[in-house]
């Protein structure tokens, strides 16, 4: 396999793709015996343009709103050729294919029980259609349909709780990763294909175009998220909180002033101290603190 | 062996003889008896499939997409809405080249809302690349299902069939039928062999991107298809009848004492029994009528219908769906099998009946061919009931 790596380059990412990144990280993970079904969006189209395709593994795309179901037709007849044992099948879609428009067919999949790892890529709004919100565009986010204007702040919503509402489904395992941090995703990824049932990972993915932020920054920016406690990185087992990263808060402004889509909040305190009060939040409620070795 | 079944028993009974790896579904009346009949044969271990239950028909037609990719054949069923609602992963199944093979149980579309039969779901999606067959009787809803994996899975097609069959008239109603044997299934259907699939040890992409360098003659290749289809179900009908007995001809369409007839209807599915009633009762009293049955509506066999329309003097078609605000979607075919020919019809009226489950009795099938004379109508609607239209505009 050496000659014939899973995710190949060559493909049409942007330069500082996140989501390209993380793919790679999660097919290399789940290795060679792996299908993947794939959902309409950025990904499908930067790695398979006919007649090209960076997948090393079996791979299909059907529709926007469709993978989970797909993946769970593939995993019947993976059940019913025998192969499912020595088979992992996983379906991947961004953010809107997941948290929008494809989360009856997700939660269909989840309910249902499939041996499935499904995997969300959360560039935090519909990037592939030129930066349209979605449900986990975060609050104030200038986008091209949440747009900064003299009535408006942005995207006036949260993001949408998706791995609560995965667990909530009594699967036995959920969590979020961070493509800043690609060992823990691996390590996740891994742990996620040896456990039988529905598995839910949602990775959070800079994308340079849509958050407007310098190609070279994508690492660094998807730390930050995580660091400031404004993506908080958690497992879920078998519905109980099993692990969360924990960090040093750093001030959100650390977070937002790299980015262009959060440009119109730095010289505005009180949407500020909103966006504070998100990760805040995040931090009581996933006990994110880590404890100085000082107190 | 005959069997006095209901349509549905006896549809879920085909597809248990064609033995299906994966089957999905998900509720609508009248589809409801097949895929219940399904359920009950994989609960009691006489059907060895996957049967999974999702929460829309939406997920059911991309189940089955997901399983034939794998290169296992499948099943599904729906209706009305349920078929709407699927449609954009028909179109897709399709254009993938998966030789799914699912029952529409006829029914109106909504609104308002009727649960009753008319064809209007199953031709509104003509263009979604499915080979559409119309079945006339519980006999032909079984033999098409058998007919429809045979033809779809074969190499040189490789792209689905929808057998539409009425909803109620047929899929609730009890018939004869004469059931066929498995060793002579398993013959006539050999097991599935996908040209391509997702497969580990030999990993492919399916679904990619085609920019307009590529997308044009994905869509050619299929119209092809569709051309040669019209030489492939004939054979395959062949294939049939010399392993079941029953001939259903070319199978794109049945003639019903149309050689001599001065008066045709055409039309298709279950009001064709009807129509048969009257043509015997008429034809007992010296008048020359017949029926021309279309089974195959997907492809359309144009010049099969030229050549039986040709020299008929006066033909009726009969449309149980409309296209609201254009000729007929029957009408269109049938008119269009002329154009441009040196022969043709004199007159060729289009007629509208059935909607929603209103009744198409011998009354109506006597007043379509009372109605057939040499000024040609467009879009009459037979049946309306006077009182009702008053009621709704106020006259």
């Known amino acids: 396999m050496e000659n014939n790596p899973l995710f190949k380059p060559g493909h049409t990412g942007c330069a500082g793709c996140g989501q390209s990144m993380a793919a790679r990280l999660v097919i290399e993970a789940a290795g060679a015996n792996t299908i993947v079904v794939n959902n309409t969006g950025c990904l499908e189209v930067f790695t398979t343009r006919y007649p090209e395709s960076a997948w090393g593994v079996p791979w299909i795309h059907s529709l926007f709103e469709n993978a989970a179901a797909v993946a769970s037709g593939v995993e019947a007849a993976l059940i019913y050729l025998g192969k499912k044992d020595t088979t992992n099948v996983i379906a991947q879609a961004g953010d809107g294919g997941t948290a929008d428009i494809g989360l009856q067919a997700l939660s269909g999949m989840l309910e249902r029980g499939h041996d499935v790892l499904y995997v969300c890529y959360d560039n935090e709004a519909y990037m592939n259609t030129g930066i349209q919100r979605s449900g986990l565009t975060p609050f104030d986010t200038n986008t091209t349909t949440s747009p900064v204007g003299k009535a408006s702040v942005g995207n006036i919503r949260q993001k949408k709780p998706m791995p609560e509402i995965a667990n909530a489904h009594g699967i036995p395992y959920v969590a979020t990763c961070s493509v800043g941090y690609p060992q823990d995703l691996q390590r996740k990824v891994k742990k996620a294909i040896s456990i039988k049932?529905?598995?839910?990972?949602?990775?959070?993915?800079?994308?340079?175009?849509?958050?407007?932020?310098?190609?070279?920054?994508?690492?660094?920016?998807?730390?930050?998220?995580?660091?400031?406690?404004?993506?908080?990185?958690?497992?879920?087992?078998?519905?109980?909180?099993?692990?969360?990263?924990?960090?040093?808060?750093?001030?959100?402004?650390?977070?937002?002033?790299?980015?262009?889509?959060?440009?119109?909040?730095?010289?505005?305190?009180?949407?500020l101290k909103k966006v504070q009060g998100v990760a805040d939040n995040n931090i009581q409620k996933y006990n994110l603190r880590e404890e100085s070795p000082s107190s | 062996m005959k069997e006095f079944l209901e349509g549905s028993r006896a549809v879920a009974e085909a597809v248990k003889l064609c033995k299906p790896g994966v089957i999905s579904a998900y509720p609508i009346t009248p589809q409801t008896h097949i895929v219940e009949e399904l359920a009950q044969m994989v609960a009691d271990g006489e059907l060895k499939s996957q049967f999974i239950n999702v929460e829309s028909e939406h997920s059911a037609a991309s189940v089955v997409l997901g399983a034939l990719a794998c290169g296992v054949r499948a099943f599904t069923a729906t209706s009305s809405q349920g078929l709407f609602y699927m449609a954009e992963v028909l179109f897709n199944i399709a254009g993938l080249r998966l030789p799914l093979v699912m029952t529409c149980t006829n029914r109106s579309i909504s609104a308002p809302i009727n649960i009753w039969n008319d064809q209007q779901d199953s031709v509104s999606l003509r263009d979604c690349g499915f080979i559409q067959l119309y079945a006339e009787n519980n006999q032909e809803a079984v033999d098409f299902h058998l007919m429809a994996y045979r033809i779809s899975e074969d190499k040189s097609i490789m792209l689905p069939t929808m057998v539409c069959m009425d909803g109620f008239i047929l899929t609730h109603g009890m018939e004869s039928v004469d059931m066929p044997e498995q060793e002579k299934v398993d013959k006539f259907i050999a097991s599935y062999k996908a040209l391509y699939k997702l497969d580990t040890a030999n990993p492919i992409s399916m679904g990619l991107l085609a920019d307009p360098d590529y997308y044009l003659e994905t869509r050619f290749a299929i119209q092809e298809t569709f051309k040669d289809l019209l030489k492939f179900i004939p054979k395959v009908s062949e294939e049939f009848k010399s392993n079941f007995g029953r001939d259903y001809k070319d199978c794109l369409v049945e003639e019903y004492y149309t050689k001599d007839a001065e008066k045709i209807i055409v039309a298709m599915g279950s009001v064709c029994g009807t129509i048969k009633e009257v043509v015997d009762e008429l034809r007992a009293k010296g008048k020359k009528v017949g029926l021309l049955k279309i089974i195959s509506f997907r492809p359309f066999p144009y010049s099969r219908v030229y050549e039986i329309l040709k020299d008929a003097p006066r033909v009726a078609v009969l449309d149980k769906a409309v296209s609201l605000g254009a000729y007929a979607p029957l009408a269109v075919e049938i008119k269009a099998a002329f154009f441009g020919k040196k022969k043709s019809p004199k007159v060729i009226s289009s007629f509208i009946a059935g909607l929603g489950g209103r009744d198409i009795t011998l009354d109506s099938v006597r007043e379509v061919f009372r109605k057939l004379t040499q000024r040609e109508v467009s879009l009459e609607f037979i049946d309306l009931k006077p009182e009702l239209l008053r009621e709704e505009y106020g006259e």
């Open chain 1, 197 to 271: 049932g529905p598995k839910y990972i949602q990775i959070h993915v800079p994308c340079p175009l849509g958050w407007r932020h310098e190609s070279n920054l994508t690492y660094q920016i998807a730390r930050l998220a995580v660091e400031t406690g404004l993506y908080p990185l958690f497992e879920y087992e078998s519905g109980k909180l099993a692990a969360v990263r924990k960090i040093q808060p750093k001030p959100v402004e650390e977070y937002l002033k790299t980015q262009g889509r959060f440009k119109h909040i730095l010289n505005n305190p009180e949407e």
